[in-house]
């Protein structure tokens, strides 16, 4: 059974499909954190962004694991790194590149094949796993938003100003709707849910509710 979870990012994709997995006794997959992890080899490795053969050859190169929220890159631990400032934008290009995402696609559906999984990023309902059980749309106002990365940033240290997080918000939504393979698409048939002004308890008490409607055999 596949449960997918897609959105803008800072929406709480990631905090609420942990929790509901571990909820349902499913695994979690978070895609994003794989881009990521790219991301961070090439810039281990000091490629050129500008050429995307260096971009897809890392992808075809590097070992990425996921165990349970943790996320090892060729065996190292980079769950922390990958989350840096430095790593998200240069995520993009990794993430726009039409090779890694075939790579990725076929990863993830190798990762989830015959398991229970909740899943999130950006392609899951739409691209990935079309046949999911339930698939949602979770989103949340670019301030909200705003705010809950400004926090997650400075529990790492980095500390900028509201307005710079907003419009790297702002800007990465437009790049994650307007990529031509993979872009971010409510699925038709997904449920979409605003979580402004809601508790992260609350979000997973409504989606669990939706599943255990959608699959009676939990
Ligand atoms: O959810 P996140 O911020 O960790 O994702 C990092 C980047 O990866 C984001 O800019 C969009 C991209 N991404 C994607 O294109 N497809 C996915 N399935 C997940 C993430």
Redesign the pocket.
């Known amino acids: 059974m596949i449960i997918t979870i897609d959105g803008p ?1 800072g929406a709480g ?1 990631s905090t609420v499909a942990k929790l509901l997995a571990e909820r349902l006794g499913f695994c979690f997959l978070d ?3 794989m ?2 992890a790219v991301a961070l080899a090439g810039l281990q490795r000091g490629i050129d962004w500008a050429v995307p053969e260096q971009i897809a050859t890392v992808a075809e190169t590097v070992d990425i694991r996921l165990d349970k929220d943790r996320v090892l890159l060729d065996g190292q631990d980079v769950s922390d790194s990958i989350r840096s400032s430095q790593v998200t934008a240069v ?2 290009h990794v ?1 726009d590149n039409p090779r890694v995402r075939q790579l990725m696609v076929d990863l993830q559906r190798r990762l989830a094949f015959g398991k229970n999984v909740v899943t999130e ?4 309902g739409t691209l990935v796993f079309p046949n999911a059980e339930l698939k949602v749309f979770l989103t949340a106002s670019p301030e909200e938003r705003a705010r809950r990365r400004l926090r997650d940033l400075s529990a790492q240290g980095e500390s900028p100003t509201f307005a710079d997080v907003l419009q790297a918000i702002v800007q ?1 939504d437009q ?2 709707a307007q ?1 031509p393979l ?1 872009a971010m698409r409510r699925a038709p048939d997904a449920v979409e849910l605003c979580t402004d002004g809601l508790t992260i308890d609350q979000v997973v008490d409504r989606l669990e509710l939706l599943a255990r409607q959608r699959l009676p055999k939990l």
């Open positions: 990012a994709k895609t994003g954190a881009y990521r995520t993009r993430a990023g950006r392609d899951q990465r790049q994650d990529r993979g």
